[in-house]
């Protein structure tokens, strides 16, 4: 795994953001992603994928499927990201060596892509609803949706509090780089070697799934009803997030702290009110 070394680049450009550099790199993505068609395979496609990659004479079809796929991908026609749902299905994998094809196989045909976390998707998403409406200028959805496999799982950075902020600036986005153009089967490889995969939590059942699929069934008696009970369901979980965008608008567009109006009651009532506005 070579080290991607742009620190000396970060220096030359210190005004710069972090936030605001990581957009670039997203939208510098994204344009290079305009004219590929995006295939989208669930973790069953992914394993058919591997098996034909790994016993061709067995799994003939599925070899073939392959090497149609990967045609696509060298010719530029297609790309095939993963989103966060996939990698954690993947990773889920407790044989060490079908673990890393698969993850040969992503890095081959995603050319590096996902979609960013659903978190990010969320946050994303509410706030272009807003600054829609207010007929402010937005990015559009499929120029931000897309990121690159170390950030999967949504953005994360560091910093060093015995390190001044200019040079905590420039390792952030130099460690960004170096992330931005590493394999991830170079990031498993690591994790595995650091046991990172021994503690996760065990998925859910089949059936545990469907008993919180049917616990509430006897509540709608329309699917307009329903409906509106999984958007009022939402908003009771997101209300937090979904204030502190409003306030965060807020001060963008009145260049006045959300905070300096706004007391902890009054936010806590708020949360309240966005929480009933859909029952």
């Known amino acids: 795994m070579e080290f991607t070394n742009t620190i000396d680049y970060h220096r030359k450009n210190p005004d710069v953001s972090l936030s605001e550099y990581y957009r670039m790199l997203r939208l510098e993505l994204s344009s290079s992603l305009s004219t590929k068609k995006k295939i989208y395979l669930d973790t069953k496609f992914w394993v058919l994928l591997r098996n034909g990659s790994m016993n061709p004479n067995v799994y003939k079809q599925e070899y073939y499927l392959l090497q149609l796929a990967l045609k696509l991908v060298e010719n530029g026609t297609c790309i095939f990201p993963i989103s966060e749902d996939v990698f954690i299905e993947v990773t889920r994998q407790t044989d060490k060596e079908t673990l890393l094809n698969t993850v040969k196989l992503i890095d081959s045909l995603s050319q590096g892509v996902s979609t960013i976390s659903h978190d990010e998707r969320i946050e994303f998403e509410v706030m272009h609803f807003i600054y829609s409406h207010l007929k402010q200028d937005v990015y559009l959805p499929q120029e931000m949706v897309w990121t690159k496999l170390s950030y999967t799982m949504g953005f994360s950075s560091f910093s060093h509090e015995y390190i001044a902020d200019s040079e905590n600036l420039v390792i952030q986005k130099a460690f960004t780089d170096h992330m931005w153009s590493i394999a991830l089967v170079d990031q498993i490889k690591k994790m595995l070697k650091n046991r990172a995969f021994d503690d996760l939590p065990k998925p859910p059942t089949a059936e545990n799934i469907n008993l919180g699929q049917f616990a509430h069934a006897n509540e709608a008696s329309s699917f307009k009803q329903m409906f509106m009970n999984e958007v009022s369901g939402w908003i009771d979980f997101y ?24 007391t902890k009651q009054e936010r806590d009532k708020n949360r309240q009110e966005i929480s009933f506005a859909y029952l």
């Open 239 to 262: 209300k937090d997030l979904l204030c502190e965008l409003m306030e965060h608008c807020y001060s963008n567009l009145s260049n006045n702290p959300a905070s300096s109006c706004l």
